[in-house]
Every structure is written in C-alpha cells, then in structure tokens.
C-alpha cells in the first residue's frame, strides 16, 4: 500500500515580488498632490436684460482694494504696500475708535451667542486685466489673512480659544460675528488709459 | 553525557522571510488609501502661487479642475507661449467651459450638485484677463464655488 500522497506546498517564495510590482504600479499612476488653495465664492450674475445697480452701500462702508496692471496696489484711495494691507484691512473691520470715516457696526442677533456687534464693512477687490495672477492671490491671501485673524481674535476673547480650536457650532457663529465680506467687482479695467 | 550540549556545527540561521509578502501588502494598502490617482494629463506648466492661508479642499471627489497657463514644450509648436485653458485632456477655448461645467455637474449625484467646487489651476505667471474671463463664465453657469489652487507656505517671504 502506497503511503498516503501529500499535496505539495505552493511556494510563496514569489509573492513579495508580486505585491511589490502592485506597489511599483500604484507609485507610478497616483498622484500625492495635496489640494490645497483659497476657496471663495462667486457672486451670481445679473441677468442679462438688468442693467448693473451699483450696490446701495454707505460710503463708509466699503473699502476698494484694486490691483492695477503694474500690480501696485491701491487700498482706500492710497498706494500701499501689501505689509500694511492686512493691518489696514483688520482696522477698517474693527474700527476700534469708531471714526466716522470707518464702518458702521449693527447689533445682530446670532442664535446661540445672543446680540453681538458685527461690522458692516465690505472689501471690493478689483483687479486689472494686466494684474498678474501671483499678485492677485498674494493681495487675496493677506484679505483672508486679515479676516482669519480677526476670527482668531475674537473667539480668543469670546471663547478663551483659536477659531479653529472650537466646535463646529462655535465656528458658525465666530463666521456670522466676523464675517468675510470680500466682495468681487465686476470686472472692469483699474487702469485708467489716456487716449 | 548531558542533552544540551551543542555537538554539531553552529550555523547562523536564515532571516525568515514568509512575512515579507504581508509587509509590502500593508505598504501598499497604505499607499492605495492615501492617494488619489492621476486623472488627466497636464499640458500646461504650472506653478502654483504660494499662500499662507491656503485650505485643504475637503472633498475631492466634487472638484472639477480647470488648468490655466503656457503649454508645455512638446504643444508650444501648436498652440504657441500664451496661456492656454485646459479641460480634460485637451486645449479648449472659454466657450466650452459651459458644456465642461454641465458635463461635471452631470457626472455627480442630485444631492451633491451644490458642493460642486470648480478648482483652477492656474500658473503664477499668468495674467488676470484670462482668469477674469473663466470666472465670468463660470458665473453664467453658476458654478460659484471656486478655489485658487495655491501652494501652502507658512508665511510669504516677498516681503
């Protein structure tokens, strides 16, 4: 009688050279780029047969930052450089002094906060068509910097925390108390052309 | 005549190499996981603006990309050193961002249509007419979430 016949082992010798070939081929066609970037949104367009009302908003309620074609900077009417923006912009948000020249504050009331001063102000970001896009993100950046901060600042004295250290119910409400009005013009040529 | 004395000749034993095949296997999940894979071709040389307050884009799978900038040298001979707008896989001009963004809000579900995000990719070269153009035909389309596609830096050193 024969002995018993054994089933022979598959050799797994090979597999580490398999699974590393899968690996190989996942390395090649993945990508690891991270998306990252500075999220905004669109205002809706008019419809065509409306003519173009300019926004029924108070002087004083809005500043103009506009980027010309030789990418200098204009911010209230003054040349500025982009260090000072930000500093300009979290003091046109606050107006700490309340000069009349800087924006109106209205109580709102925000659920689960309760009456709170939010500043009316507006930012207009205007740019030419000349502007390079590097400095538009750049003046964008500082823009969103100066509102992040702000944020930052008042959840720091509301909260005891940063703004990105609260709950998701106290960040909808450190966004309604600091709101992030930065408003995109229609477009139109900055520069003026002398013919 | 004690069991425990060693009589033959020592050898150093062979690393056992059977786990090897679970190892790379974890590798690879991990990689599989942690990456998304490459949709399309870039045609255009990009290099993204630095920004320090640039966010994390959380779901990737509503973005649509739009890339803006010179082609690169192999298409250069075609399309010349301007800056190109491309969809897909190809060179298109800002008319066809219209089917393009339909195109995509169609791909996704009825529920998630809203959070389409349009992500533009442009190079920091580029100028802003261009831009101006493709966000004013992305409003006639009211695809109005958009992200500037930027590098994130700790601070701007420009200054």
């Known amino acids: 009688m024969a002995a018993p016949r054994k089933t022979p082992e598959i050799n797994g010798g090979s597999m580490a050279d398999i699974s590393f070939l ?16 500075l999220v905004r949104r669109l205002p809706v367009m008019p419809p065509e047969n409306m003519e173009v009302e ?10 103009q930052v506009k980027v010309n074609a030789q990418d200098r900077l204009f911010a209230g009417n003054e040349i500025i450089d982009i260090a000072q923006l930000k500093n300009k912009i979290k003091e046109f948000m606050t107006n700490p002094n309340n000069d009349p020249n800087l924006p109106d504050k209205e109580v709102l009331f925000i659920e689960g906060f309760g009456d709170c ?25 500082e823009l969103i910097r100066a509102v992040n901060e702000l944020r930052d600042e008042w959840s720091m004295a509301n909260y005891g925390r940063r703004y990105s250290r609260l709950s998701e119910e106290q960040q909808n409400i450190v966004r309604k108390a600091v709101p992030q009005s930065i408003s995109e013009a229609e477009p139109k040529d900055v520069t003026k052309r002398r013919r | 005549m004690s069991k425990f004395v060693d009589k033959g000749k020592k050898e150093t034993p062979g690393i056992n190499t059977a786990s090897l095949p679970d190892l790379v296997f974890i590798v690879l999940m991990f990689f599989m996981v942690s990456v998304s894979m490459r949709q399309t071709d870039r045609k255009v040389m990009l290099s993204l603006p630095a920004a320090s307050e640039a966010a994390k884009l959380e779901r990737k799978d509503l973005a649509s990309y739009i890339y803006i900038g010179t082609p690169t040298l192999q298409y250069q001979r075609l399309y010349g050193t301007e800056s190109q ?3 897909n896989d190809a060179f298109r001009s800002i008319e066809d961002i219209r089917d393009f963004i339909a195109s995509e809000r169609e791909s996704l579900s009825e ?28 409003r006639r389309c009211s695809a109005l979430r958009i992200m500037y596609g930027a590098r994130k830096v700790s601070a701007i050193s420009s200054y």
């Open chain 2, 111 to 138: 529920a998630e249509r809203p959070y389409m995000t349009v992500s533009i990719k442009a190079d920091e070269n580029t100028r802003m007419g261009i831009i101006t153009d493709v966000k004013q035909e992305l």
């Open chain 1, 54 to 63: 300019d926004m029924k908003v108070n002087r004083r309620n809005i500043i």
């Open chain 1, 22 to 37: 899968m690996l190989i081929f996942f390395l090649v066609v993945s990508t690891m780029d991270k998306e990252e970037g």
């Open chain 2, 85 to 87: 707008i491309q969809l």
């Open chain 1, 117 to 141: 001063l939010v500043s009316k102000g507006v930012i207009s970001l205007q740019n030419d068509r000349g502007t390079s896009y590097s400095k538009y993100i750049e003046v964008q950046n």
